[in-house]
C-alpha cells in the first residue's frame, strides 16, 4: 500500500524559510515522479511542482508563483521528498500535500496524473 | 495565461445523473492534456477519480464516468448518492509539463 506521509509545517513569518518533508513507502519511490499540490484556507487546489526520477532525467518544474523561492529536492536512498521554501508570503499559507505521478499512455519520460496522495501538513506564514 | 476553468457549483437530486465539465480559456481540450478529476471531502485529502481522460482509478464505482464532450473534459456521475457530495476537481497536464487545476466544482446532492 502506498503511504505519504508528510511533515515540517508549522508557523514561520513572511520573509523566513521552512523544509517540507515527505516520507514514502509502498512503492519504488525512485523510480516515481512526485509533485506538490498546495491549497489555501478555503481555496482551491494548486500544483506547486515536481521533480522527476533520476532516470528520467531528475529535473524539477515550478508554477510561477514558486518559481524562485521554492526547491523541491529527493533522497532516493531514504525514499523522502522534500520541498524548501523560502522568502515566503502570507499567499503561501495553506495544506502541502505531497503526490506521485502516474503515467499510463504517454510513453516514456512523462506523466499524466496525480495519483496517490499524503494527507497534508499546514504552513501559516504570519506575523 | 492559462486559465482551467470549471463550474463553481452544481447541484444533482439523489439517484440523478450530473456532468461536471473543464474547460482551456485556451481552446479546446482534447485527450493530449490528459484530463483527470479528483475528489475532495471537508477536512481530506484529494482522491483521485479519473485520470488519461476516462479511466477509473482503484476502487472508484461505475457511477463515475470521463469523456471528452465537444471542447471539454467532462465527469458524469450517473445514480449520485449522498456521499458524492463533495469538491471536484479537474487537472490538465499541459503540453509545455506543467500542471493546471481547475478551480474546483463544489457538488451539492439534494
Known amino acids: 500500500e502506498v503511504q505519504l506521509v508528510e511533515s515540517g509545517g508549522g508557523l514561520v513569518e513572511p520573509g523566513g524559510s521552512l523544509r517540507l518533508s515527505c516520507a514514502a513507502s509502498g512503492f519504488t519511490f525512485s523510480h516515481a515522479w512526485m509533485s506538490w499540490v498546495r491549497q489555501a484556507p478555503g481555496k482551491g487546489l494548486e500544483w506547486v511542482g515536481r521533480?522527476?526520477?533520476?532516470?528520467?532525467?531528475?529535473?524539477?518544474d515550478y508554477a510561477a508563483p514558486v518559481r524562485g523561492r521554492f526547491t523541491i529536492s529527493r533522497d532516493d536512498s531514504k525514499s523522502m521528498l522534500f520541498l524548501q521554501m523560502s522568502s515566503l508570503k502570507t499567499d503561501d499559507t495553506a495544506v502541502y500535500f505531497c503526490?506521485?505521478?502516474?503515467?499510463?499512455?504517454?510513453?516514456?519520460?512523462?506523466?499524466?496524473?496525480?495519483?496517490?496522495w499524503g494527507q497534508g501538513t499546514l504552513v501559516t506564514v504570519s506575523a | 495565461q492559462t486559465v482551467v476553468t470549471q463550474e463553481p457549483s452544481f447541484s444533482v437530486s439523489p439517484g440523478g445523473t450530473v456532468t461536471l465539465t473543464c474547460g482551456l480559456n485556451?481552446?479546446?481540450?482534447?485527450?493530449?492534456?490528459?484530463p483527470s478529476w479528483y475528489q475532495q471531502t471537508p477536512g481530506q485529502a484529494p482522491r483521485t477519480l479519473i485520470y488519461?481522460?476516462?479511466i477509473r482509478s482503484s476502487g472508484v464505482p461505475d457511477r463515475f464516468s470521463g469523456s471528452i464532450l465537444g471542447n471539454k473534459a467532462a465527469l458524469t456521475i450517473t445514480g449520485a448518492q449522498a456521499d458524492d457530495e463533495s469538491d471536484y476537481y479537474c487537472v490538465m497536464y499541459m503540453h509545455s509539463g506543467l500542471v493546471l487545476f481547475g478551480g474546483g466544482t463544489k457538488l451539492t446532492v439534494l
Open positions: 503526490t506521485t505521478e502516474g503515467r499510463l499512455t504517454c510513453g516514456v519520460g512523462c506523466a499524466e496524473f496525480l495519483s496517490d
Open positions: 488519461s481522460t476516462n
Open positions: 521533480i522527476k526520477s533520476k532516470p528520467d532525467g531528475g529535473t524539477t
Open positions: 485556451s481552446g479546446s481540450v482534447s485527450s493530449t492534456y490528459y
